[in-house]
């Protein structure tokens, strides 16, 4: 495939993800699409916004649909592809398109919310009893 190559990107999801249904071969397939901004650039003045979607089909897509929504941080890795198109003011945009995509998360639904996990109660450390070694059987002693 020209101009395509193998990406991994991180970061998180801008909008809530998008779902559709395809035909293939005479059966749906569903499929997640979702949109990752990414930053770069050395200065406040000259950094540039590249916007990544990634597709992700069949079985794999129905945990996106279903749990994730805009904030969740993900991983996203496939192969890339180069989009360019024509905004409706005539201006030139680009973005990365990751096919076949596999995602990782890492964030639950409660921290894309804002809400924070209880903490855990809080209690003594209990030392494990002490175990003589004499006391132990030996696995590999014949009998």
Known sequence: MAGSFYAVVAGKLSKDPESRHVAVQGEQKLVAKITIPTEWGWTEENKVTTWVTAEVWGKAAEPIITYMSKGFMVSVAGIAVLRTWTNKDGSAGSGIEI??????????KAESEGI???EPATRPAQRPAAVEVEDLEDPFKDD
């Open 99 to 108: 096919r076949d995509a596999k995602v990782s998360w890492h964030t639950t």
């Open 116 to 118: 924070k996990r209880d």
